[in-house]
């Protein structure tokens, strides 16, 4: 895990416009990790461009605009995430406070409406998420 923070430390101290990275996370523990992915995020802030592999598509989905799947040696798919993940027929919908009343209603509303709903479940955080904020405590 050492030696991967360092040689990140040598490409960053030239402060390339591009940053070339394979498997940036890997050996890390996931506090590491996330440290990884922050510095990442704060590049792509600054409008650097980062290229970096990865077979943990969990860590590339939350961190690219676009991706580029290779398979046996071949790039058969590129796109940004929002037009490769997107499904078509369904629409997505994060409602925060609501009362059981209003949950009902909503439910009602969307029958009504000939719609079906396929999952209505409480959001939840994803597990490393959960792990630093509990380690961090």
């Keep these: 895990g050492m030696a991967r923070r360092i040689g990140l430390a040598q490409v960053l101290l030239k402060e390339p416009e591009l940053c070339i990275l394979d498997e940036p996370t890997i050996g890390l523990d996931p506090i590491g990790a996330a440290e990884i992915k922050d510095i990442i995020r704060k590049l792509k802030d600054e409008g650097k461009t980062i290229l970096f592999s990865t077979h943990l598509l969990s860590e590339a989905e939350p961190l690219c605009d676009r991706i580029g799947i290779l398979y046996e040696g071949r790039l058969i798919s590129t796109g940004s995430l929002k037009e490769l993940l997107s499904l078509r027929e369904e629409i ?8 059981p009343e209003g949950e009902k209603e909503l439910k009602n509303f969307i029958h009504s ?14 597990l490393e998420e959960f792990y630093i904020r509990t380690v961090k405590k």
């Design 92 to 99: 997505e919908v994060v409602i925060k406070g609501i009362s």
């Design 113 to 126: 409406h000939q719609g079906t709903i396929v999952s209505f479940n409480r959001a939840r955080e994803r």
